[in-house]
């Protein structure tokens, strides 16, 4: 008896868009609970990591070493670009910047000054935890 079953069709073309979208989301995200906190939250990495990992499976990215490096550099870049708009919020809001505004005019060497000054061993720790914790998902 032939079997009337519909194959389902996987779309293979998703996992860009889905990556994009989670690596304008995270660093979002991020960006508005630090500034909402006064802090600078390193645990959001590994929510970070874990959005980028549910993103690229929903975009239906198969298991293997695109997907992990993709999450491992996606949580490093999150984190780059959160930590940047953190640090740039937190120096041109008291000049009536906006988080955009001084994020375009802040140089390289004061973010990197800033970010280390505002981030202490635990976040730096919550980064790590996050990558690994990323590509064993990823895996």
């Known amino acids: 008896m032939p079997s009337n079953a519909v194959r389902a069709r996987t779309v293979t073309w998703l996992w860009p868009i889905m990556l994009m979208l989670a690596l304008f989301i995270a660093p979002l995200a991020w960006m508005l609970l630090a ?7 390193g645990w959001m990495a590994v929510v970070a990591a874990l959005e980028l990992v549910f993103m690229l499976k929903l975009g239906t990215l198969g298991p293997g070493r695109l997907r992990i490096a993709l999450v491992v550099g996606g949580t490093v870049l999150v984190a780059a670009i959160a930590n ?52 064993w998902l990823a895996r």
């Open 84 to 135: 940047w708009a953190i640090a740039s919020a937190w120096m041109g809001g008291p000049m009536g910047l906006t988080p955009w505004e001084s994020a375009l005019r802040m140089g390289p060497h004061l973010a990197w000054t800033l970010i280390n000054l505002a981030n202490g061993a635990a976040e730096w720790l919550w980064l790590a935890v996050a990558v690994v914790v990323g590509a």
């Open 35 to 41: 500034l909402m906190s006064g802090r600078p939250l």
